[in-house]
């Protein structure tokens, strides 16, 4: 995770959080924010489920594992404690969940009254990663023999498309982009999957989101907790604000949070 985070200075120097309004339900540029960050980090907590963190669509691991390293840091203080997943050469959302599920129910054991799905975890998706968790949560997705459903309690979604990502309506180079499409077949399956599933989400979203758009990145019907943007790569780097991991981390510790679902903006 070092040389994850490493390989995210050149990103990190360039991030200027300023395109927008403020955020009234989520004082993410406040002095607030560092003060609490030193608090956090002097008095670890361990954390009550492992914690996974599933990467973007063909993204390598840089920046899940700059995220991962701060939430570690923020919670119990141990990089061993969060865990990453990167798939960068994966173009079908299906067989990966299918690969995951499989993964973690090795890792971190089955359910003890439950075989059928992995012991209980918390789960941060970034992009992709978002709908990933909620496909490997769903109940009622049909399954193959020996893939569990991943058991995730809570998902923590980062600028994820619930409802589509602009750019996938424009380029879908393979089947895992096609289904991120607006109105996808696949959506509109993954929605009806997840209307008896029993774990919390909470979604994140970016203002100037070019990729995948913030009035898509929670489902319908929900508002996401949002910051603002950058100039450039708003969707690239908001799993880089620090407030973002800061917010995760006192809901994983059980604390009050910083922000709190709100409305778009609509200027």
Known sequence: MRGSQALCWPFAAACQYNMGPEN????????????????????????????????????????????????????????????????????DMEPLVNRLARKIGAEFGVDPTDPGQTSAVDVIGISMGGILGRLSASRSRPRSAG??????????????????????????????????RRGSAFLSRLAEWNRIDDFELIPYATLNDITVGPEN??????????????RRFAHTTISMHPAIALDIALRLRGEKPLGAPAPLPTT
């Open 147 to 180: 893939v569990p459903r991943i058991n995730i309690r809570r998902l923590f979604t980062i600028a994820s498309p619930h409802t589509g990502a602009n750019l996938a309506d424009r380029i879908h180079i393979d089947r895992a982009a096609s289904d991120m």
């Open 217 to 230: 990145c929670a489902p319908e019907g929900a508002h996401p907790i949002w910051i603002r943007g950058t």
């Open 24 to 91: 009234p339900h989520f004082p993410a540029a406040s002095a607030q924010c560092v003060q609490l960050a030193v608090k956090l980090r002097a008095d670890p907590r361990p954390l009550e489920r492992p914690v996974i963190v599933f990467s973007g669509y063909r993204v390598p691991g840089m920046f899940s594992g700059q995220l991962a390293g701060r939430v570690a840091m923020l919670t119990s203080g141990s990089l061993d404690d969060v865990r990453m997943f990167a798939y960068p050469h994966a173009g």
